[in-house]
């Protein structure tokens, strides 16, 4: 009978650890699951963000690259619009030096030179924002 006995009572023992075993990873099944849902929607969330972050992105160099043009644009009309007057005022200055309609008194030469000598000035300004506007664009030459 011992023998007999020795046989059952290891079979249970077998069930009831199986029976525990059994629990344990279905438990622990169980917690790894709502881990891994945890995280999976985390990165879900980190997924539609970052897909945010880089439209933002985009957007942003867009933007950057219409602003640019639109500088370039505009540097290229004002450099047109600035200088065919200044060449213009040039042209006159000296065709009136040349005293081709007559000689000049000493107070018409006078402000004739400061009329050249403030025209030089703002050509020279205007060529130099127009150069540091085209070192701003990537090299460009505006106008």
């Known amino acids: 009978m011992h023998i007999g ?8 023992t077998q069930r009831r650890a199986t029976s525990r075993s059994s629990e344990l990873p279905t438990a622990a099944h169980a917690q790894l699951e709502d881990v891994l849902r945890e995280q999976n929607a985390e990165l879900v969330a980190m997924k539609a963000r970052n897909c ?19 500088k370039a644009d ?4 004002l450099g047109h619009e600035l200088r065919t007057p200044m060449q213009a005022i040039f042209g006159y200055i000296e065709l009136l030096e040349r005293e081709i309609h007559g000689p000049l008194s000493l107070e018409q030469a006078h402000h004739l030179e400061q009329i050249r000598l403030n025209q030089q000035q703002l050509m ?20």
């Open 52 to 70: 945010r972050l880089r439209k933002r992105i985009t957007d942003a160099r867009l933007r950057e690259v219409r602003a640019k043009r639109g």
């Open 74 to 77: 505009l540097v290229a009309a």
């Open 124 to 143: 020279e300004l205007l060529n130099s924002v127009l150069d540091i506007a085209s070192q701003d664009d990537g090299g460009r030459t505006p106008g």
């Open 5 to 12: 006995r020795d046989k059952a009572e290891p079979k249970q």
